[in-house]
């Protein structure tokens, strides 16, 4: 089964169209901060999240709540894409139903396979992964060029060194993220 999760108005073919809102006419209408989600466990093989998990995590604990859904629904080597606005960029910060910045670098933290090697080397990551009861293995990762950065750098007139100064430095650079995590659970769990 493949879920695409706040769907809103774009829904997908051969997905379970899920929203919190009937306005959008989901397939289903299901409230995702509400515990547990109506699928059994490792039951889902795919899942997107287009512009939906900023919504979601006012708090810590409701965050975890949902990746640790998450991780319950999903089989072995299921994949979960990822959109979400880039938290310093306007398209985040104009919406006050943003709740919550999500990274690249934040959803790493959900792998075990990172954590074990934070640990290993006296990082003062958090393991967040350990913590939440999750393991997310992040198999692909984009950031999306927000113009006039993606024509500078498309045309070479600036470094990738220089993109990645102006990416810490200054808002509206990158757009949004997005990542494909794996879902990895032992024979047990799976």
């Given at each position: 089964?493949?879920?695409?999760?706040?769907?809103?108005?774009?829904?997908?073919?051969?997905f379970v169209n899920v929203d919190s809102s009937p306005h959008c006419a989901p397939d289903l209408i299901h409230d995702l901060e509400e515990f547990p989600w109506p699928w059994a466990?490792?039951?889902?093989?795919?899942?997107?999240?287009?512009?939906?998990?900023?919504?979601?995590?006012?708090?810590?604990?409701?965050?975890?709540?949902?990746?640790?859904?998450?991780?319950?629904?999903?089989?072995?080597?299921?994949?979960?894409?990822?959109?979400?606005?880039?938290?310093?960029?306007?398209?985040?910060?104009?919406?006050?139903?943003?709740?919550?910045?999500?990274?690249?670098?934040?959803?790493?933290?959900?792998?075990?396979?990172?954590?074990?090697?934070?640990?290993a080397a006296g990082r003062a990551n958090t393991p967040l992964a350990f913590i939440a009861g999750v393991d997310f293995d992040m198999v692909e990762s984009e950031v999306v060029l927000?113009?006039?950065?993606?024509?500078?750098?498309?045309?070479?007139?600036?470094?990738?060194?220089?993109?990645?100064?102006?990416?810490?430095?200054?808002?509206?650079?990158?757009?949004?993220?997005?990542?494909?995590?794996?879902?990895?659970?032992?024979?047990?769990?799976?």
């Amino acid at each position: 089964m493949r879920l695409n999760l706040g769907c809103g108005y774009n829904k997908r073919e051969g997905f379970v169209n899920v929203d919190s809102s009937p306005h959008c006419a989901p397939d289903l209408i299901h409230d995702l901060e509400e515990f547990p989600w109506p699928w059994a466990d490792s039951s889902i093989d795919e899942i997107l999240m287009v512009h939906v998990l900023e919504h979601l995590g006012a708090t810590t604990e409701v965050y975890f709540s949902v990746l640790r859904e998450l991780y319950r629904i999903c089989r072995h080597d299921a994949r979960i894409t990822i959109v979400v606005p880039h938290p310093r960029h306007d398209d985040f910060l104009h919406d006050a139903t943003h709740v919550r910045a999500v990274t690249l670098e934040g959803l790493s933290m959900f792998s075990r396979k990172n954590c074990e090697e934070w640990i290993a080397a006296g990082r003062a990551n958090t393991p967040l992964a350990f913590i939440a009861g999750v393991d997310f293995d992040m198999v692909e990762s984009e950031v999306v060029l927000d113009e006039p950065w993606k024509r500078k750098y498309d045309l070479k007139a600036i470094s990738r060194a220089e993109l990645l100064v102006a990416i810490k430095q200054h808002n509206n650079v990158v757009k949004e993220n997005r990542a494909v995590l794996r879902v990895v659970k032992e024979a047990a769990q799976a």
